[in-house]
Structure formats: C-alpha cells, structure tokens
C-alpha cells in the first residue's frame, strides 16, 4: 500500500473537504480555520487532527514547519464576489483570503493545489481579473493549471451543487492529471435519503412523503455570519423544496413523530421541515460525522462545507497524478 500523501488545508470548517481527502489517502499535516465553532468540530471527529485555529492571513508556516514541503494545500474557500457584482463593506473579504491561499503556495511548496469555489470564477469575464492573478502567480512557481466545474450530485450527494475548482500541480505530475469523472449512473432523490430519518420517529406518513420528494436538493447554502437564523436559502430555492413538500423557511429541531399529522398542503408554511442532522445527509457527511454548536451555527457549518464525496473524487485524481511519477 502506498505510503499516505500528506496535505495542508486552510478554511477547513466543518471538514467536508478534509474528511474526503483522508478517505483518498491523504493523511493532514495541518488543518487550518478562523472560526473556533469550526475548529470545535474537527477536533470533535478527528481528535488526533493538528489543527490550528486562526486566521488564514496571519499564519506563518515557518512557525508550523510540519505544513511545508507537503503533496497537497487545499482549501475550500468562501465564495468570492465579483467586485463589480457587489458593493459590501466585507466584499472584499473573500478575494483576501484567495490571494492569501496562493502567495501560501510561495511558502508551503506543496506538489499540488486544489481549490473550491463558485463555478463563476471558473469561465465568467466578471473574474477574469482574477484568474489572470492566479494564473501569473502559479505558472512563475512552476505549476500547470486546470480550471473545471463538478456538480455533486454526480457523486452520489443528493443535491445540485456546481463547484468551481482550480487543481495545479507542478511538472511533471501535471500532465497526468484528469478531474474526476462522475461516480453514480443517476442522481439519488432527497426522499430516499432522507426516508430512515423521517421514519425514525414513527412519523405514519414518512413513505408517501418519500416518494414525492424524488429530486435532488438545491443548493444548500450557509448563508452570512451577519445575518439571523437558518434557513435553507432564497425564494428560488425556498420554491424547489415547496414541490417536495418541505418548507425551507425554517429547520426544525426534530423529525416528525407519531401524532404528526401531515396536512399535505400546497402552503410552504404548513408543509414539513427538515433537521439540521438531515441537511448534513443531503451535504453526504457521515451519519457518525458530528458538527457542534447551536442549530444556526451547526447549519451554517453544513451549508458552507464541500460534500466529502466531491472531495474523496478530487483527492483521488490528484492521488493519481502525484503517484504516476515516482519521487526521486
């Protein structure tokens, strides 16, 4: 067997990504994020993971010297504005931290690179700016690029999600490098997840909601740290899950139970709610994967984070690349 690639990820949240590159073989030398709810997670699940918790600006590999010289920095990033989309006092936050992940690669000398994100940075002109900065920076160190999008639900997570990807790896690894092709020969229904869930509690009708739930979830979304409760997203999404019968405007805190009577209304405000333990089924983290905090926080975790699935799919193509040259 081989020996375990080794990897850095920054702005690691709940762990999605993380968790789906162990399950490729990668083994984390550093997992890095701002937020303690989140470092409180990774801990939780992962007890023996090295993680430190502070912000991506202010961190020094040289003080961490097991972060250098690794396989793989990842990083699934928060999604960065168009300058010209937004005009936000934090708009800028997120290129901020995008910059930091790539001049990162200066100091870390990492054989590869991948990074989420919105699949707009992929191909729209409103980010040419910025790819033509990433571009000037990887290419000068020595790294071939390629831009995709995947959608998860090619990967068995029930949901459409398109994210956006930027894999680099250095020569001469790079040209052995194809994204992930997907893994699942149909995309698997909100209602068949979510089934054993909704029968847990002895809710009579969890069988005929399961079967008018037969599409994939939208986008879940973990929405702004400055803003109130979860939900599961705006009107657009808050209507996709209304033809399932789920009212997105709220989570609830448990499933339904015996005595829930389900009025089967076309009225999103009296049709069921999901729990933030199934939103985390629908993002495909393991039944066992447990995310802390209170039920906004737990949420907003799960919105943000990359499916694990997506995540195992990139660490084994970028496996595959870095071990089809063997190191001097």
């Known amino acids: 067997m081989s020996d375990p690639l080794r990897f850095v990820d920054v702005c690691s949240g709940a762990g999605g990504l993380a968790s789906g590159l162990e399950s490729a073989g990668f083994s984390p030398a550093l997992l890095l994020d701002n937020k303690p709810q989140a470092c409180e997670t990774l801990l939780a699940n992962r007890p023996g993971w090295n993680v430190l918790c502070e912000d991506l600006v202010d961190f020094m590999p040289e003080e961490h010297p097991e972060s250098l010289d690794v396989d793989l920095l990842s990083a699934g990033l928060p999604r960065v504005r168009a300058s010209a989309a937004v005009r936000r006092a934090d708009s800028d936050d997120e290129l901020r931290l995008l910059r930091a992940t790539i001049y990162l690669v200066h100091s870390i000398g990492p054989r590869a690179l991948l990074l989420e994100n919105l699949p707009a940075l992929v191909d729209s002109p409103a980010y040419a700016d910025i790819r033509a900065f990433v571009a000037a920076e990887l290419t000068h160190l020595g790294y071939g690029l390629r831009w995709f999008v995947l959608n998860a639900a090619d990967f068995g997570v029930p949901q459409e999600r398109r994210q956006g990807v930027l894999v680099a790896i250095k020569e001469p690894y790079f040209h052995a490098f194809a994204p992930p092709r997907p893994t699942v020969a149909e995309h698997v229904p909100v209602g068949r997840v979510l089934l054993p869930s909704m029968r847990a509690r002895g809710w009579r009708d969890a069988d005929a909601w399961a079967s008018q739930a037969t599409a994939v979830a939208p986008t879940l979304v973990g929405g702004s ?61 393991p039944p066992e994967w447990r995310v802390t905090g209170r039920k906004t926080a737990r949420y907003r975790q799960i919105g943000h984070a990359t499916p694990p699935p997506v995540g195992r799919a990139l660490g084994e193509a970028v496996a595959s690349a870095l071990r089809s040259v063997h190191r001097p």
Request: charged share 20%.
């Open 225 to 285: 740290e400055n803003r109130g409760g979860a939900d599961l997203g705006p009107s657009g999404t808050k209507r996709a899950w209304a033809r399932m019968g789920v009212n997105a405007g709220a989570l609830a805190d448990e499933v339904p139970d015996a005595d829930y009577t389900w009025p089967r209304s076309t009225v999103p405000a009296q049709m069921v709610k999901i729990t933030v333990d199934q939103a985390a089924l629908l993002q495909a983290f």
